[in-house]
T-cell receptor, first 111, second 113 residues
Framework: EDKVVQSPLSLVVHEGDTVTLNCSYEVTNFRSLLWYKQEKKAPTFLFMLTSSGIEKKSGRLSSILDKKELFSILNITATQTGDSAIYLCAVEAGGAQKLVFGQGTRLTINP | DVKVTQSSRYLVKRTGEKVFLECVQDMDHENMFWYRQDPGLGLRLIYFSYDVKMKEKGDIPEGYSVSREKKERFSLILESASTNQTSMYLC????????????FGPGTRLTVT
């Protein structure tokens, strides 16, 4: 059975801190790994990773994939209160378009 | 911008009622999905559809059915609602083979009492 596990499930830090969110997976026919940010409503796409060792970066957010060890990390530097959200990791595996999601990490940034 | 809308943000139903959750997308996407989201469990795929009148079971289809009579609309049906179906329901749509291009609706928080 395909499985995606995120850790920690919940994290509370102070504004300005750097955080690292983890995502490990066990799936058949891996195609890609995706990170989403979910505030109050719909998840919004952050990154798609398909190749090991290549960092994707967008402002203060970055992510990298290790296909040998089957995990990915999402880093956020100089956190702001607007980064407070649930961060979702998903893996596209098996048939095209089908995503397997992890439990999500609820990140809270305190001023 | 792609827009995915869901018929209700909040819904309260009684046990045993038949419940319809509607999802409409305005970008002519072929693929549509229904997920439920529960704390500690993440998003789980209930059903999906690659084309009109086509449907595929996801990981947790029990207790649910779907209908896709038109390309833009994908309905999730709870034939006889139960309390364990209290959850947040998210609809998504996409076009083409790239999974990351799933656009999500705002969600419907369903409470079954």
């Amino acid at each position: 059975e395909d499985k995606v596990v995120q850790s920690p499930l919940s994290l509370v830090v102070h504004e300005g801190d750097t955080v690292t969110l983890n995502c490990s997976y066990e799936v058949t026919n891996f195609r890609s790994l995706l990170w989403y940010k979910q505030e109050k409503k719909a998840p919004t796409f952050l990154f798609m990773l398909t190749s090991s060792g290549i960092e994707k970066k967008s402002g203060r957010l970055s992510s990298i994939l290790d296909k040998k060890e089957l995990f990915s990390i999402l880093n956020i530097t100089a956190t702001q209160t607007g980064d407070s959200a649930i961060y979702l990791c998903a893996v596209e595996a098996g048939g095209a378009q089908k995503l397997v999601f992890g439990q999500g990490t609820r990140l809270t940034i305190n001023p | 911008d792609v827009k995915v809308t869901q018929s209700s943000r909040y819904l309260v139903k009684r046990t045993g009622e038949k419940v319809f959750l509607e999802c409409v997308q305005d970008m002519d996407h072929e693929n549509m999905f229904w997920y439920r989201q529960d704390p500690g469990l993440g998003l789980r795929l209930i059903y999906f559809s690659y084309d009109v009148k086509m449907k595929e079971k996801g990981d947790i289809p029990e207790g649910y059915s779907v209908s896709r009579e038109k390309k833009e609309r994908f309905s999730l049906i709870l034939e006889s609602a139960s309390t364990n179906q209290t959850s947040m329901y998210l609809c998504a749509s996409s076009s083409g083979p790239l999974a990351y291009e799933q656009y999500f609706g705002p969600g419907t928080r369903l409470t079954v009492t």
